[in-house]
């Protein structure tokens, strides 16, 4: 019976007065004793007309209801969502069974207009959801079906059908790092098939293990097929270092850290400050700050990373997170507040911050940069001078938490409580819960943060990542210099991308909550 399951939740799952005075009224209106008769019917009959289908059956959507109207930010935009939406167990149960594929029924109640590309009036751009929490929760750490191919997709630009892609980077010790291929290379086909509109999807990121790239040249600003091909293979539980280039420069006797950083993976934190010990001992006063294909990840790293730059100042905060109205009030304020840190691990245990104490960087982004990426900046702003090259950024300003359907802990996901999920439903959602500010209160960057010298990628000229010359960094490096450059920074054949491997993957641009929810006793 739905009076019971949520019976228990209010009754022992929380175990927090605050919450149950929340819960209650979201719910009140299923506690509906056997002898209604609401439906027409009679205690002997309670029932004429049973509704087509039983909570037992749509349990998913069920779950997804539950877990949505609770946490989601917008929660109150969303009519299908209102706590006074139904008026009794049929006509909810009804609803949830009306949209019979999950997928479908969870972006029915997000406030988002499409969930393809043209969604870029929606107000919740980045919620996805995945039908097995295992594979979602591997990818948040980094570990993924991969064959190293990072590359992006762009429009041919006198054609608005044709697409073709081009190498950003290969992952070392993946498939793609075995194979004749390498960053600024480009490909039109996928199989034998000119990539379209409507077959790039289903071609480069669709069940297919394995696949062959038909290459080509750019011949002044023409892209030109060739007869090489380049057959690549996925490989299981690839995990990727985001730690691409770690290195220090001397540039005319001025120590230049530089960081090329694709992903915030709370993982490889003990590598991250060990690249910033490194850069301390190689005496670095200078960082460019490479984020420019990051799309994003662990909120708490990219808080350990902004410390690693800035210092381990405990007393400054980081950010302030704000979550919808029902469970901002559920939120201590020491949960809401998160301060720089001083060591890698929880509570500032773990080893000592390696910090460059910086009052000025060089951030290398563009709009492949999102989520924690802006994050970074946006909070730093406050307290150091940021020097933004490139492009404007992505614009996420909302952060997530994964939701599995475990209603004794709220929803929440916990790796220790796998053995408390229906084994019955193994859907995870990943839906904008909160937003994060920073110490000034700025928050409102959902056209992305806007560069201070504006400078797109060249696909004529990529440049090695890392190497003085490479048009970006050649940009930073003037400019901590002061020096003019004998570089021109002229762009033949700008990056203009569609989409990017880093998108769509299930992690996508995504920017997760990654410390325990705890709710006010």
Not at 126 to 149: A, M, Q, T
Not at 252 to 265: E, I, S
Not at 317 to 340: A, G, H, T
């Amino acid at each position: 019976m739905f009076f019971n399951l949520y019976g228990m939740i209010i009754d022992s799952s929380y175990q927090n007065l605050a919450m149950k005075k929340l819960l209650f009224p979201l719910f009140a209106f299923l506690l509906i004793a056997c002898s209604s008769d609401d439906n027409g019917g009679s205690i002997e009959n309670p029932n004429p007309n049973p509704p087509t289908a039983t909570l037992e059956e749509v349990q998913v959507q069920n779950f997804m209801w539950g877990a949505m109207n609770l946490w989601y930010f917008w929660q109150a935009d969303v009519d299908d969502l209102a706590d006074d939406r139904f008026s009794n167990n049929q006509e909810y149960t009804e609803f949830l069974a009306a949209t019979e594929n999950p997928r479908d029924f969870y972006y029915q109640i997000c406030n988002r207009h499409s969930v393809i590309f043209g969604e870029e009036n929606s107000i919740d751009r980045f919620s996805f959801l995945g039908d097995d929490y295992r594979e979602l929760v591997n990818n948040l750490s980094g570990v993924s079906k991969s064959n190293g191919l990072e590359f992006g997709v762009q429009l041919f630009s006198d054609d608005d059908n044709l697409l073709f892609g081009y190498v950003q980077y290969i992952v070392p010790n993946s498939d793609a790092s075995t194979k004749d291929i390498k960053r600024g290379d480009i490909f039109t086909r996928v199989d034998g098939q000119q990539l379209t509109l409507g077959n790039y999807r289903n071609l480069l990121f669709g069940s297919n293990n394995s696949y062959t790239l038909g290459m080509a040249d750019i011949n002044g600003t023409e892209i030109d097929d060739n007869d090489k091909e380049v057959t690549l293979t996925k490989i299981e539980n690839q995990v990727e270092d985001p730690i691409l280039v770690a290195k220090t420069l001397d540039v005319n006797g001025t120590k230049v850290a530089y960081l090329m950083y694709n992903r915030f993976l709370r993982s490889f934190d003990e590598q991250l400050n060990n690249a910033f010990g490194q850069f301390v001992a190689d005496g670095a006063t200078e960082l460019v700050l490479d984020m420019r294909y990051n799309p994003g990840g662990s909120v708490n790293t990219s808080r350990l990373l902004a410390s690693m730059i800035y210092g381990a100042n405990t007393d400054d905060l980081y950010i302030r997170q704000r979550y919808n109205n029902k469970i901002q009030p559920q939120l201590s304020e020491e949960f809401l507040e998160d301060y720089f840190a001083s060591g890698i691990g929880d509570n500032n245990s773990g080893a000592a911050i390696n910090t460059l104490n910086l009052s000025k960087i060089y951030v290398i982004a563009t709009h492949g940069s999102a989520s924690a990426s802006e994050l970074v900046m946006n909070s730093l702003a406050p307290y150091i001078d940021i020097i933004h090259i490139g492009e404007t950024t992505r614009g996420k300003n909302e952060f997530s938490i994964t939701l599995v359907d475990d209603p004794g802990n709220a929803f929440a996901y916990s790796r220790n409580r796998e053995d408390e999920i229906n084994p019955e439903n193994s859907w995870a959602l990943q839906p904008l819960v909160g937003r994060n500010e920073n110490a000034d209160g700025f928050f409102d960057y959902t056209a992305g943060l806007a560069p201070t010298i504006f400078l797109e990628e060249d696909l004529a000229n990529l440049g090695e990542l890392g190497d003085e010359n490479e048009p970006l960094l050649a940009r930073a490096i003037q400019e901590i210099t002061g020096a003019a450059s004998k570089q021109s920074f002229s762009v033949q054949m700008p990056a203009k991308t569609l989409t990017s491997s880093r998108i769509e993957t299930p992690l996508r641009d995504n920017m997760y909550l990654d410390k325990p929810i705890r709710l006010n006793k």
